[in-house]
């Protein structure tokens, strides 16, 4: 009987071998990847070089164990037993709070002042840096007013700031007693800087609202925030600029357990072989009440991930064209050529900058401590330095009048009803679009 048992536990490990050789090779099971970052490890070359000096045995060795068959699913099996057995997150970069509250280490790190004491020596140190960025920011504001440009400032709060009573306890007999976010917000009060104190706002309604500003298994806001996040900025603006912008309204609550990729970032950085424990909650879907009659200008948003749930939603279709500088360093743009550009490609940068009916800046606390990423620097050496050759210049505006579809067919039409050729109306539009911009007005939209 016994050798029975060994037999088939032999044959059986034998055959987990075997599948674990054919998924390796061949990948025939579909299983779902892990989340996060993935080193792509290549098959060493044998030497008897490398084979003498050990480089080859472990080289080798990262490459079996990042090919292994069923990989994903030993690892998932490994974290959901931890977890399950001794409530252990095995991403340092993840901890589990009251009731399932997931926090990202980063921002429980700036609540209770660690991120502060990394950056400056002292708290008055900190105030003193702040006070400079805020004259910078007034300078700013002095110069994009002389291109007819309105700035407006978004205090996108945290989910530890709004919500530490869901920290872990350790955490909360931590919190610092200085917030460089709340201080930030007292000077652009005192400035009377254009801004939304989200931060206040969270904290006032947060009791009363149906459903959590942030869920459970995320770091964001909400996908259920996002649209009356979105349109109180765009009434803000409208108070700002005089612009007659749309309004965004639910059409569908549509309640799920089945989670945006945004609302479950935590939870699948956990890499967990079972779903995370987590309530239903909406994931709304919008619409714009008017986009025809209303006014559509255009957006330059600087910010951190916060902006990119912004430009991701409903609230980009409010203008005619949008562009992220995400981190004031990646352009990603509603139009193909400036998308995934670099902001230092110094032409694109100044007319994506002086097309701008807004700049709006959309940051978090932990980002405070790297202010705007240097954008108002950014936009004064920029609109300092204007423009660059321009027979250079011309040829750039003519493959931007081309790579816009209405534009080009307006300049084509242009041409029919003039009796001109068609390079004589490209340059003629492409002349009139930069005399605007050399006499530092709007330039009309194509689409007018």
């Given at each position: 009987?016994?050798?029975?048992?060994?037999?088939?536990?032999?044959?059986?490990?034998?055959?987990?071998?075997?599948?674990?050789?054919?998924?390796?090779?061949?990948?025939?099971?579909?299983?779902?990847?892990?989340?996060?970052?993935t080193p792509d490890v290549e098959q060493p070359v044998f030497t008897l070089e490398q084979f003498a000096s050990?480089?080859?045995?472990?080289?080798?060795?990262?490459?079996?164990?990042?090919?292994?068959?069923?990989?994903?699913?030993?690892?998932?099996?490994?974290?959901?037993?931890?977890?399950?057995?001794?409530?252990?997150?095995?991403?340092?970069?993840?901890?589990?709070?009251?009731?399932?509250?997931?926090?990202?280490?980063?921002?429980?790190?700036?609540?209770?002042?660690?991120?502060?004491?990394?950056?400056?020596?002292?708290?008055?140190?900190?105030?003193?840096?702040?006070?400079?960025?805020?004259?910078?920011?007034?300078?700013?504001?002095?110069?994009?007013?002389?291109?007819?440009?309105?700035?407006?400032?978004?205090?996108?709060?945290?989910?530890?700031?709004?919500?530490?009573?869901?920290?872990?306890?350790?955490?909360?007999?931590q919190i610092s007693d200085f917030s460089l976010e709340e201080y930030y917000i007292e000077l652009f009060k005192?400035?009377?800087?254009?801004?939304?104190?989200?931060?206040?706002?969270?904290?006032?309604?947060?009791?009363?609202?149906?459903?959590?500003?942030?869920?459970?298994?995320?770091?964001?806001?909400?996908?259920?925030?996002?649209?009356?996040?979105?349109?109180?900025?765009?009434?803000?603006?409208?108070?700002?600029?005089?612009?007659?912008?749309?309004?965004?309204?639910?059409?569908?609550?549509?309640?799920?357990?089945?989670?945006?990729?945004?609302?479950?970032?935590?939870?699948?950085?956990?890499?967990?072989?079972?779903?995370?424990?987590?309530?239903?909650?909406?994931?709304?879907?919008?619409?714009?009440?008017?986009?025809?009659?209303?006014?559509?200008?255009?957006?330059?948003?600087?910010?951190?991930?916060?902006?990119?749930?912004?430009?991701?939603?409903?609230?980009?279709?409010?203008?005619?064209?949008?562009?992220?500088?995400?981190?004031?360093?990646?352009?990603?743009?509603?139009?193909?050529?400036?998308?995934?550009?670099?902001?230092?490609?110094?032409?694109?940068?100044?007319?994506?900058?002086?097309?701008?009916?807004?700049?709006?800046?959309?940051?978090?606390?932990?980002?405070?401590?790297?202010?705007?990423?240097?954008?108002?620097?950014?936009?004064?050496?920029?609109?300092?330095?204007?423009?660059?050759?321009?027979?250079?210049?011309?040829?750039?505006?003519?493959?931007?009048?081309?790579?816009?579809?209405?534009?080009?067919?307006?300049?084509?039409?242009?041409?029919?009803?003039?009796?001109?050729?068609?390079?004589?109306?490209?340059?003629?539009?492409?002349?009139?679009?930069?005399?605007?911009?050399?006499?530092?007005?709007?330039?009309?939209?194509?689409?007018?």
């Amino acid at each position: 009987m016994k050798s029975r048992i060994c037999i088939l536990l032999c044959l059986f490990t034998l055959l987990g071998f075997v599948l674990m050789f054919i998924q390796a090779q061949w990948r025939p099971f579909t299983l779902k990847p892990l989340n996060g970052y993935t080193p792509d490890v290549e098959q060493p070359v044998f030497t008897l070089e490398q084979f003498a000096s050990g480089d080859y045995q472990e080289k080798l060795e990262r490459y079996v164990s990042e090919h292994l068959g069923f990989r994903e699913l030993f690892i998932r099996s490994y974290n959901q037993a931890v977890y399950s057995c001794f409530k252990k997150i095995t991403n340092d970069h993840i901890v589990e709070g009251e009731d399932h509250e997931l926090f990202l280490q980063m921002y429980l790190n700036d609540i209770t002042g660690a991120t502060l004491k990394q950056n400056y020596p002292t708290v008055e140190q900190a105030k003193a840096d702040a006070r400079k960025n805020v004259q910078e920011t007034l300078r700013l504001i002095d110069t994009l007013q002389q291109f007819n440009i309105d700035f407006l400032f978004v205090f996108a709060p945290s989910k530890t700031a709004v919500y530490p009573e869901k920290m872990p306890s350790y955490y909360q007999k931590q919190i610092s007693d200085f917030s460089l976010e709340e201080y930030y917000i007292e000077l652009f009060k005192e400035n009377h800087i254009p801004h939304i104190d989200f931060l206040s706002y969270f904290k006032a309604i947060k009791d009363t609202v149906t459903y959590p500003l942030y869920t459970r298994t995320g770091t964001h806001w909400a996908e259920s925030t996002i649209p009356w996040v979105s349109d109180s900025i765009l009434r803000k603006i409208e108070t700002l600029t005089g612009f007659d912008l749309a309004e965004i309204n639910d059409v569908d609550e549509n309640l799920t357990k089945h989670y945006s990729e945004i609302d479950a970032e935590l939870e699948a950085s956990m890499n967990l072989l079972f779903p995370y424990p987590k309530p239903a909650l909406p994931r709304p879907v919008v619409a714009l009440s008017d986009t025809v009659t209303k006014d559509r200008p255009n957006l330059l948003v600087i910010g951190d991930s916060y902006a990119n749930q912004l430009v991701s939603s409903a609230f980009a279709q409010a203008f005619n064209h949008w562009d992220w500088w995400a981190y004031n360093r990646d352009i990603h743009s509603s139009r193909p050529r400036f998308n995934w550009r670099i902001v230092n490609e110094e032409f694109d940068a100044v007319t994506v900058l002086q097309e701008a009916d807004i700049v709006l800046a959309v940051f978090t606390q932990p980002m405070m401590y790297n202010y705007m990423f240097e954008f108002p620097r950014t936009a004064q050496e920029l609109l300092e330095k204007g423009y660059f050759n321009e027979d250079e210049a011309m040829e750039t505006v003519i493959q931007m009048i081309k790579d816009e579809p209405k534009w080009y067919e307006g300049v084509v039409n242009y041409a029919e009803e003039h009796h001109i050729t068609l390079e004589e109306s490209l340059t003629k539009n492409a002349r009139y679009w930069l005399d605007c911009l050399k006499r530092k007005i709007k330039r009309p939209s194509h689409e007018e």
